[in-house]
């Protein structure tokens, strides 16, 4: 087991990217803290964990608050006595986010609370929290958006990774001497639910599709690996990456036939 007696908090653990890593991290041996939104959800990815003899706690937290995020981490010390792993993975693709023109201000505001200000409150409480345990790794979720101007534009999603591959950066040089870690993960085109849900016609899949060599959607799963090998020892000397988990989308000019 790559991660016994680590505790890892994990936002957006309900769905998607989040709920596969907390089911990874738990079979590694990780005492997970689920953190999201959607109670219903995240609960039952608790409950999973259990059944197979792991740690988790569930806790509600909107990440864009502060009063909220404080919380998920002091819920983490308080439950399992420390913390070791950050993945602040929540994050939201709006339905009504568009280029420059359509997008309104409210969607924007929206989706730079979740997806910036989400990122850095997780850090300001949660990088103490690190400081007190001796150290750790945070992995901050990205988008390969954040590398490429979007074919199917979402301008308020995509100037918002790339803000979050700025923070990392500066937090993992801030952070390197204290043992804290810090990397963004850049996932390529998932089929998750919120990726669908945009992409929501077939037209939209295939041309999302085009630009990706492998010719495929990547799975949440295949991002939980590359999350666990960014929290555990087997990364010690990885800091400051943007880590491209992507079917080679951000290598390609224009791809094979
Ligand atoms: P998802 O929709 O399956 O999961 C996101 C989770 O975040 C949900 O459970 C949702 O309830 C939660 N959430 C939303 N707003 C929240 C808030 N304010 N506070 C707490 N939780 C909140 O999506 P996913 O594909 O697993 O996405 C996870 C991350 O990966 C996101 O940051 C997303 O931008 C990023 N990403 C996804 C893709 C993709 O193709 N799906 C590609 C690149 C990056």
Known sequence: MKLKDKVALITGGSSGIGKETSLLLAKEGAKIVVVDINDMNGQAVVAQ????????IYVHADVSKAK?????????????GK???????????????????KTSEEVFDLTYNINIKGVFLGCKYGIPALQRAGGGSIINTASFVAKLGAATPQLAYTA???????????????HAREGIRVNALCPGPLRTELLMKFL?????????????????????????KAVLYLASDDSSFVTGTEFMVDGGITAAYVTPE
């Open 68 to 80: 909220d995020a404080e919380n998920m981490v002091a819920q983490a010390e308080h439950s399992f």
């Open 160 to 174: 918002s990774k790339g803000a979050v591959l700025a923070m990392s950066r500066e937090l993992a040089v801030s």
């Open 49 to 56: 964990i259990k059944q197979t003899g792991g740690e988790a």
């Open 200 to 224: 929501n016609t077939e037209e939209k899949k295939q041309r999302r599709l085009v630009h990706v060599p492998m010719g495929r959607f990547g799975e949440a799963a295949e991002m939980a």
């Open 83 to 101: 913390l070791d792993i950050l993945l602040n993975n929540a994050g939201i693709m709006h339905s009504n986010d568009n280029d420059a023109v």
